[in-house]
């Protein structure tokens, strides 16, 4: 009832306070109405001066009880409210407890709770120096007085803890309330959020006092006492953090704690190993790992606890469960870590016991996993929880570390101990793995372990062995000490190549047996060893990146090992093994791998693709995996693409001069092909000038003069396509003159607009490289000149000449023509097929720079498209809209090149689909509607699936029309597209299944119109609806298709058949459990 | 069982598996729009590259160009005819079936003992296969197929046997007659085990058990 | 001289497995679960009609083999689910048979589920009824025989003998068509005959000689029991004909491997049948279908000569089963294949 009479004056109080800061108060509050509600209230307004605020404070405190615990921020702000009066000094706080009183001795615990409460919120927010000695004193008093009121302990204690807050607190009131807490406070009768604030007060005893404390013996170990008293039996989660972070501060900072250690130690183990499941709406949103590491800090804090805690964790290490057992390893790690040597002598023995158990019984990493080319360490990088083996090999580390820091007798103790343990284990090849692994992890905390552990374990194993599985292992041995070095010393950085200086360690005395062994491993065993010959390989690159460990010698020579093999073996593991080798090498020393490997491979080509390829007397190397390699392993080195360039362009015109050489001169090409094409940023200005001068004349020579290039279509465009890159990246400065001497070789001496000539295409290429921003004063006339020679009937002889005419038209119209110039070009009422092809390429040209005039030309195609005679034509040609012409692609960092606009065939599907879809609807002859579906799955073969995705709707049906339509590509592209939205459009596709279904039943079948890709296609199409349609829908048509995919089982062509098999599993296996 | 389980066999890496060199023919096939000289570029191209190469788009592009000829606006008919003997021969000459395509099919099947495949343990070998198939579709043909238990009384022969089997018959077309039996002298019941993998009768009903099509469709699992 | 395709009904897409005829109406059953009557009075000219299809929620696995008992119109069929069931048709069959000219195709029939036989630990995976319809008996993978005694109308079946010597499965069991004795082809290579000694069912031969699973076996008929044959078909891709000898002295009958037919098959060989008039047919997973007669050579003694062969009876499919009907005087051959068709052929001597 309280709180609603009140609560219906709170916006009058709220009032009340603006006026009150008003000069004119007083008068005006004669003559206002809230006048009347303050008399009912008991209290006299009219009075001015300090008793005006008086009765504010009331009617605040009215307001704060009303809202306390039902609105806690309103309460909270008017909390603050009488805070700033206490602070302008208009009033004592004092005064508030004396409005107060009669809520205060009220028989209503909630009302004695809510002003408590209130003056505990007031106390809370004022200033630490507000309250003066005695104020203090007094205060304290008042709440030592609540201390037997059980409903008031919540808000006592908070109001004591804002008091040992202040700056004037003194030893007395600290004594009396750790006293208090000690001895009258009985932590069992209170909620969680009431134990909090002993602690809470504990701890801002120490922000405050910590000297006068800790200063005063007595004191001190009062503290430590109450602490003691008040942490025992705690268990809720927020206030077990803030008790760890206590128990830390009290073994650090505390004197005389050894007299405490035993229950300090046990209100802290008592919770190892701590788990806790935070619920789900967590206020303080408390994590169980946040208590774990509470926990694990204050643990490993002080070395006073070092005893308990080892003889503790090594029972724990018996559990069963892994998180218990990590968690357990990872504090042990912590403990030995922050105490030190001193404090692990007496534990190590027991601690390396319950270790050795731990690592001999649990090792991980199989074979397999050593033979990751991509060495392991990265692997277990990327676990974000350590494996507790991994973890266990931590601790000894650890254990090494601080031992032999502390006294180097110890550590040596300790190690021949563990030394002498393992050593059986070499002898009978039991547990080799991870005694390796616990050897090495020891060698890896400082150069002396390392030295010691080196000089004593290589001996034991390091042996120059032909017995394959000892040999196995050996490698895989090593392997952990070549870590250990990198552990210790660190990996080669390219930057600080030949700069990091390794202080000499045991490790090079071995060097030369190593290289030795690994070398034996690597050549001195048949092809059939894949396992010791990869891991050899492995190795060396380990040792590759063991700081300042080899000399350049020695890489050579390993550089050497490795090509080697990578040219003889054709096995997929040491093939990947040596690439990734080379790789890292070409890394730090990309000339060592140009001279001994690359400049070595590229020599081994010979000059006719006839000739075999001797590497050794007995291997015989095809030139395919050469260039392979060549492909796999300069890509974005920098000197080995340029190399590789040059050196391959010039074999390549020795090549091009035998006859019958064609395919050995496409390989070639390829290889350039994609060295450009995969380094396009790499290449520089300079590189790109350099390797232009030094090759481009001989390779426009043998383009001419050179039938394995002039007469065979694939090479003359590949070339072209090179010539293309060089002058794309050359310097954008020669690009003006180079355009004027390539008009000169192409125009004038070719002739290429007199006469049809096969070198339009490379001339064409070449100008889609160069800056579109360079005056080409004959552009027009160029234009108009290939105009009249396409036109001119039968004169051009060639597809391939024809293409390159026409892709020249478009990248005039495109680079260097106005779009009103082009324009004039477009003659639509001439059909001549021709005249179609040439207005399309010169609309491309037009298209991809969103010109103006595009959408008028799309127009009048899709008119075209109606045409009985030219329909089926143009529908074809609408595909030159959309395909990619890789030379006029967008390259990262080059816009000179061309006016293509990203979104250009956005634009485009959005200017035809809609026109094309209601024409397909309003005509009713089949070859147009055929003609409309071709032109559209046409671009849409070649148009990205998310610009499709806002038309699908409409789409869909027309593509399952497509599906019959009696023309093979439309078949192939609608049936991609139907790949797409099956993927993406589950809902959709599901509606339309049953229509689906039958349909691909049909295409499966081989027939006129289904060729290899469209009963590919179908199949997979079929397969994806398992995946994406709803089971229930599936099981419908399963018997169907498990049936109809019975004749495709027979299908002439193996993949064919091998997709249908695939499918038809699937089918089968719709609702099948695998059995567990 | 565990008793019969083999611990350590000798495995085989998949990549060492014996397999078809120049499957890589599906990519090209899928792009396949042009003629035998493309095909057999693109079957170069692919012995230096990968799929994705950019040369590969380039090849196809050109093509693409190239055929996209001005049509026979006299005789509609030839010319479509023309193309579609086109279209039959870029589909070169037929697969045949043979002891390879079954390893296939088999080798990757895992054994339901160890977590590694058929081929791996040497269970199926390419040379322990035979393909009888006169090629006519209207004729009956035959696979026999002889496996290697990892140890001679492995007691889930049977039960490999049965995959294979299931494997195969859902895979071949039905004209095959396929026999599956135990390598001479590699178990201890050869016999048995064998007229059992071959009584069309047992294996029918053993697909009906749910639990044992379970345990089939795991060993399947790594098939796809 | 020769068999002829009359008429090839596909029923289903998966595997035939066992064909009865009774009365102008063939009964099949298949991997489907599905029995389906067929009307096969006009088959000889080339018409058939699907009568009914029974319930194929009463067994829960494929339906291994169908029978119709003997002078009534009910019909057993045996599952993979372990279970045997019976079905009756309400409508009487004088009726059927009467009317003639294009029938079946017209009125259409019900057959309802009578009852249920449990006993066999799994699949069963053959049925027989005895020539007065007295006694079923069915066998099953758990190497089992067993006799059923039953009533008129045929709702009660009372288990009177579990005869389980054989080693192995037990493949298929066949009735003599006049005499109370019953053979039973097995997964251990072996037959064996039962007969009954003073209401005590017991084994009163077992006929050694095939290398391989014996699928099936089949009685001459037509001997008024003065001579007592017996053909049989096996994985071993041979059929033999047994002859009984006589009794010895402690009531065992003796048999003796008369002939080994001549070699048409070159796989298992699942099914034969012994056609009223001396005809053996035989066919198996190599799909041939081979018909055999006996022909005197001079002195009394028998060879047999194969008169009539088709290859891929069921296209490239195996063969499960073959049988002589005789529809009012026509001799034609029915076959059941994994195409899951039923082929009737013409058979003209």
Known sequence: ?1076 | MSEFINENPDVIEIDDLPSRKEDVSRDILLGSVGNEMTLQRKKLLLSIDDSKSKVLQNLELLDKLLLINPPELTSDEESIEESDDEELNAEGPTDVVDAQEIYDLTAHISDPEHPLSLGQLSIVNLSDIEVHDCGDPKKMAEVVIRITPTITHCSLATLIGLGIRVRLERSLPPRYRITILLKEGTHNSENQVNKQLNDKERVAAACENEQLLGVVSKMLLTCL | MGIKLAKSLKLQNDKLWSLDYSHGLLATGSTDRKIKIINVTNAPRGQVSLMDVLDDTVHKKAIRCVAWRPHSNLLAAGSFDSTVSIWTREDDLEEEEDDDEGEGTTNSLEMDLLAIIEGHENEVKGIAWSHDGALLSSCSRDKSVWIWETDQDGEEYECISVLQEHSQDVKHVVWHPELPLLASSSYDDTIRLWKDYDDDWECAAVLNGHEGTVWCSDFEKGKNGESIRLCSGSDDSTVRVWRYIDDDEDGQQEWICEAILPKVHDRQIYSVSWSTNGLIASTGSDGTLAVYKEVSNGDDEHDWEVIAKQELCHGVYEANIVKWIDINGNMMLATGGDDGCVNLWNWTD
Not at chain 1, 550 to 559: A, G, N, P, Y
Not at chain 1, 736 to 753: S, V
Not at chain 1, 776 to 781: G, K, M, R
Not at chain 1, 920 to 939: E, F, I, M, P, R
């Open chain 1, 1 to 1076: 009832m309280i709180q609603d009479d009140f609560s219906v004056l709170e916006p009058i109080i709220e009032h009340l306070k603006l006026h009150l800061k008003d000069q004119t108060v007083g008068s005006y509050l004669l003559s206002s109405p809230i006048a009347t509600v303050l008399v009912h209230l008991g209290t006299c307004c009219f009075k001015m001066g300090a008793t005006q605020y008086k009765d504010l404070v009331d009617a605040a405190i009215i307001t704060f009880i009303a809202n306390a615990e039902v609105n806690e921020p309103k309460a909270d702000e008017i909390a603050t409210q009488i805070t700033e009066y206490i602070t302008n000094k208009k009033i004592k706080l004092l005064d508030v407890i004396v409005a107060l009183k009669e809520n205060l001795t009220s028989e209503e615990d909630s009302k004695r709770e809510k002003a408590l409460h209130c003056l505990s919120c007031v106390l809370s927010k004022l200033h630490p120096d507000q309250l003066l000695r005695n104020e203090i004193s007094v205060i304290f008093n008042f709440y030592k007085s609540k201390f037997d009121d059980d409903v008031l302990m919540k808000s006592t204690l908070d109001g004591m803890n804002s008091l040992m807050g202040m700056k004037y607190i003194s030893v007395t009131e600290i004594t009396a309330l750790l006293e208090l807490l000690k001895d009258e406070y009985d932590a069992g009768k209170f909620l969680a959020a009431t134990r909090f604030f002993p602690f809470q007060i504990l701890e801002t005893m120490f922000r405050t006092s910590k000297d006068k404390i800790v200063g005063t013996p007595t004191l001190n170990n009062l503290f430590i006492a109450t602490f003691i008293q008040i942490a025992t039996g705690e268990k809720d989660p927020k206030n077990l953090l803030i008790s760890f972070k206590l128990n830390k501060i009290v073994t650090q900072e505390f004197e005389n704690v050894e007299e405490f250690k035993e229950p300090l130690f046990d209100i802290l183990f008592a919770y190892f190993p701590i788990t806790f499941k935070p619920p789900k709406n967590d206020p303080y949103k408390i994590s169980n790992s946040d208590l774990k590491l509470a926990l694990r800090s204050a643990l490993s804090s002080s070395s006073i606890f070092a005893h308990d805690v080892f003889s503790n964790l090594i029972d724990k290490m018996s559990a069963s469960s892994p998180n218990v057992k990590n968690d357990t390893l990872l504090t042990m790690k912590a403990c030995i870590d922050s105490y030190g040597g001193r404090h692990c002598v007496e534990s190590w023995l027991p601690l390396w016991t319950s270790l050795k158990f731990e690592l001999i019984h649990n090792s991980e990493g199989t074979e397999s996993s050593m033979l990751n080319p991509v060495t392991n360490e990265v692997v277990n990088a990327k676990k974000s929880v350590q494996s507790n083996y991994q973890v266990a090999l931590d601790v000894m580390k650890s254990l090494a570390f601080e031992l032999e820091a502390f006294d180097d007798d110890e550590f040596e103790k300790f190690f021949y101990h563990v030394f002498e343990e393992l050593k059986p284990n070499f002898t009978y090849d039991k547990d080799l793995k991870q005694s390796c692994n616990i050897l090495a992890s020891i060698a890896s905390a400082n150069l002396i372990t390392f030295n010691k552990v080196i000089t004593e374990t290589l001996p034991l194993f390091l042996e120059n062995t032909s017995e394959i599985p000892k040999l196995k292992l050996l490698l895989m041995n090593l392997s952990f000490f070549l870590d250990a070095y990198v552990n210790v010393f660190g990996e080669t950085k390219k930057e600080t190549l030949g700069q990091v200086i390794v202080p000499d360690n045991k490790m090079f005395e071995y060097k030369d047996e190593i290289l030795m062994i690994l070398g034996m491993g690597l050549t001195g065993n048949s092809k059939l060893e894949v396992t010791v010959r990869t891991l050899s390989v492995i190795q060396f690159t380990k040792m590759i990146k063991m700081v300042g460990y080899l000399s350049r010698d020695e890489i050579s020579l390993i550089v050497q090992y490795m090509t080697e093999t990578i040219l003889t073996d054709s096995n997929k593991n040491i093939y990947y093994a040596c690439l990734e080798g080379l790789k890292v090498i070409s890394d730090f020393y990309e000339d060592i791998v140009f001279e001994i490997s690359l400049k070595r491979m590229l020599d081994l080509l010979p000059n006719n693709a006839s000739e075999f390829i001797h590497f050794t007397d007995d291997e015989v190397i095809p030139i395919e995996r050469i260039l392979k390699i060549i492909l796999d392993f300069t890509t974005s080195r920098h000197i080995l693409v340029q190399e590789s360039i040059i050196y391959l362009c010039s074999k390549l015109s020795v090549v091009s001069k035998i006859g019958s050489s064609n395919d050995y001169c496409f390989l070639l090409l390829s290889t350039l092909y994609s060295l450009f094409e995969n380094n396009v940023s790499l290449i520089t200005e300079e590189d790109a000038d350099f390797i232009k001068s030094t090759v481009e004349p001989d390779l426009l020579k043998i383009m001419i003069t050179d039938a394995p290039i002039a007469t065979d279509d694939h090479n003359l465009s590949l070339l072209s396509n090179v010539l293309f890159f060089m002058n794309l990246k050359a310097s954008i400065s020669t690009h003006q003159e180079e355009l004027n001497r390539y008009n000169g070789i192409f125009i004038d001496e070719f002739q290429i607009l007199e006469k049809p000539s096969r070198f339009t295409l490379p001339y064409t290429k070449i100008l889609c490289g160069l800056d579109k921003n360079i005056k080409f004063e004959s552009a027009q006339e160029v234009l108009q000149m290939t105009i009249n020679l396409l036109k001119k009937n039968g004169l051009i002889q060639s597809r391939f000449e024809n293409v390159g005419y026409l892709e020249l038209l478009m990248v005039l119209s495109n680079k260097w023509l106005s779009e009103d110039v082009v324009e004039q070009f477009f003659d639509y009422s001439d059909k001549s097929i021709i005249n179609l092809e040439i207005m399309t390429w010169l609309g491309r040209g037009l298209v991809m720079k969103n010109s103006k005039f595009s959408t008028k030309i799309l127009e009048n195609f899709i008119k075209f498209l109606s045409d009985e005679q030219v329909g089926p034509f143009v529908a074809k040609l609408f595909e030159v809209f959309v395909i990619d012409i890789n030379s006029l692609q967008k390259f990262k960092g080059i816009n000179w090149n061309n006016n293509v606009k990203l979104l250009y065939k956005q634009k485009f599907f959005g200017d035809i689909f809609q026109i094309l879809v209601d024409s397909y609807k309003q005509t009713t002859v089949l070859t147009v509607k055929c003609n409309y579906l071709t032109a559209l799955s046409l671009v849409l073969k070649h148009t990205p699936s998310t610009l499709v995705e806002p038309f699908m709707n409409d789409l869909l049906p027309l593509l399952l029309q497509a599906l019959e339509m009696p023309n093979a590509e439309v078949r192939v592209s609608s049936l991609g597209t139907l790949k797409d939205t099956a993927e993406k459009f589950h809902q959709l596709v599901t509606d339309n299944v049953n229509t689906l279904v039958p349909i691909l039943l049909k295409l499966v079948l081989p027939e006129k119109y289904n060729t290899i890709s469209v009963r590919l296609l179908s199949l997979q199409l079929l397969e994806l609806l398992t995946t994406t349609v709803p089971i229930n829908y599936c099981e419908e048509f399963k018997a169907d298709v498990i049936n109809g995919l019975l004749k495709p089982l027979s299908d002439k062509k193996r993949i064919v058949r091998k997709q249908c098999i695939d499918t038809r599993q699937a089918y089968f296996e719709l609702g099948q459990v695998p059995f567990e």
